[in-house]
C-alpha cells in the first residue's frame, strides 16, 4: 500500500480494508493532535488542525467513493461544511449548537445535516462493497496485467484442435543470399 498516495492522491480507487486502514490511522493521529492543540490554545487550534486533516481525509474518502460509485459532489458537499464550519471557529464565529433553550442558528443549519450526511457515507463507504459496475478510472496496462507476452503472439487454436494451422518457417539456409550492395562487375 502505497501511504503517499492513499492521503494525498485523489485518483484511483480503494476497496473497504485500505479505507478502514487509512480510517484508523487518521483517526489516531488527528486525536492526539488535537488533544496537544487543545492543551496548547483551545478550539482555534483545534479547528486550524482538523482544516489540515481535510485534505488527506477527502483523498481518502473520494478514493474510495469511485469505488463504490458515489456522485463526487456528495463528497465535497461534506467537506466543504466541515471546512465552512472550521474556517469560521478560527475566526471567532460560534458555530456550536447550543443548548435548547437557545440554539445557535449556524451551528443547527450547518452540523446537523453534514452528521446525517456523515453517517450515511460512513455506512455506505464503510460496509457495503464495491460497486460491480465500476470500471477503472484508467485502462491498465499489459505490463500491470502480466499479459506482455501474451500480447505479441496472434491468438491461434491449440495443437489438434479444429482449424490449428501449422506455421511453416524456411531455413534461412535453404534460402538464396540477396545483397543490396551493387556488384562490382557492373561498374
Known amino acids: 500500500m502505497d501511504w503517499v498516495d492513499l492521503f494525498t492522491g485523489f485518483h ?21 493532535c488535537q488533544a496537544v492543540s487543545h492543551r496548547i490554545e ?5 479547528s486550524i488542525v482538523d482544516l489540515a486533516f481535510s485534505y488527506p481525509e477527502f483523498a481518502l474518502t473520494l ?10 459532489w456528495w463528497i465535497a458537499a461534506l467537506f466543504v461544511g466541515s471546512v465552512l464550519l472550521d474556517f469560521l471557529m478560527v475566526t471567532g464565529v460560534n458555530t456550536e449548537l447550543g443548548d435548547m ?10 452540523t446537523i445535516p453534514m ?23 484508467r485502462p491498465r496496462s499489459a505490463r500491470e496485467l502480466g499479459l506482455r507476452r501474451h500480447l505479441r ?6 495443437r489438434g484442435a479444429p482449424g490449428h494451422v501449422r506455421e511453416v ?6 534460402l ?5 550492395r551493387p556488384s562490382m562487375a557492373a561498374s
Open 12 to 32: 484511483g480507487r480503494i476497496s473497504r480494508q485500505p479505507f478502514w486502514i487509512g480510517v484508523l490511522v487518521l483517526a489516531v493521529v488527528k486525536t492526539i
Open 153 to 158: 503472439r496472434p491468438s491461434r487454436p491449440p
Open 101 to 110: 433553550n437557545h440554539p445557535n442558528l449556524i451551528g443547527v443549519i450547518l
Open 169 to 174: 518457417r524456411p531455413c534461412r539456409a535453404l
Open 115 to 137: 452528521g446525517i450526511l456523515s453517517l450515511v457515507l460512513l455506512i455506505d463507504l464503510g460496509f457495503s462493497p464495491r460497486y460491480e459496475g465500476s470500471q477503472p478510472l
Open 42 to 46: 483551545g478550539d482555534r487550534l483545534g
Open 63 to 72: 478514493k474510495r467513493a469511485h469505488d463504490r460509485n458515489l456522485p463526487t
Open 176 to 180: 538464396p543470399r540477396t545483397t543490396n
